[in-house]
């Protein structure tokens, strides 16, 4: 693990929480869509690492089922450099994945996230530095 990428978290009103963080000093740099997860997601840097700031855009997104339940803090996402060893490695030592295969994130990402029980509660997810 190189560093915590970003954490995540999830909002109802992607533009409201944008200007909600904007009057804490943070300014978001990409916002984009991400057609398998149904959300919109924008990023927020802050040094070394950023915010993650996910909305659904569509009633069955995994986004909106959380959200059903509860707001804010969603998931930290570690970097790594080479998501395909760091699944294998993993899987032998028996954590327990929610993906087995690496997935699309935004911006041309490859991402995968571990079951919440590998995190102690906290759902974890990985994401590949950019070649
Ligand atoms: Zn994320």
Redesign the pocket.
């Known amino acids: 693990v190189i560093k915590i990428?970003?954490?995540?978290i999830a909002v109802r009103d992607l533009e409201a929480a944008i200007a909600t963080y904007k009057t804490l000093g943070l300014a978001a740099e990409d916002v984009c869509e991400v057609p398998s997860e149904r959300v919109r997601?924008a990023f927020l840097p802050i040094g070394e690492s950023r915010l993650?700031l996910?909305a659904p855009t569509s009633p069955d997104s995994p986004i909106a089922r959380f959200l059903e339940k509860r707001k804010g803090l969603?998931?930290v996402?570690f970097l790594v450099d080479d998501l395909d060893a760091a699944l294998a490695d993993l899987k032998a030592r028996g954590v327990a994945l929610l993906d087995q295969q690496p997935r699309p994130?935004?911006f041309g990402s490859r991402?995968a996230f571990l079951h919440p029980s590998a995190g102690d509660g906290v759902l974890l997810?990985l994401?590949e530095k950019a070649k």
């Open positions: 990428d970003h954490l995540g997601v993650e996910l969603h998931h996402c994130g935004a991402v997810e994401k």
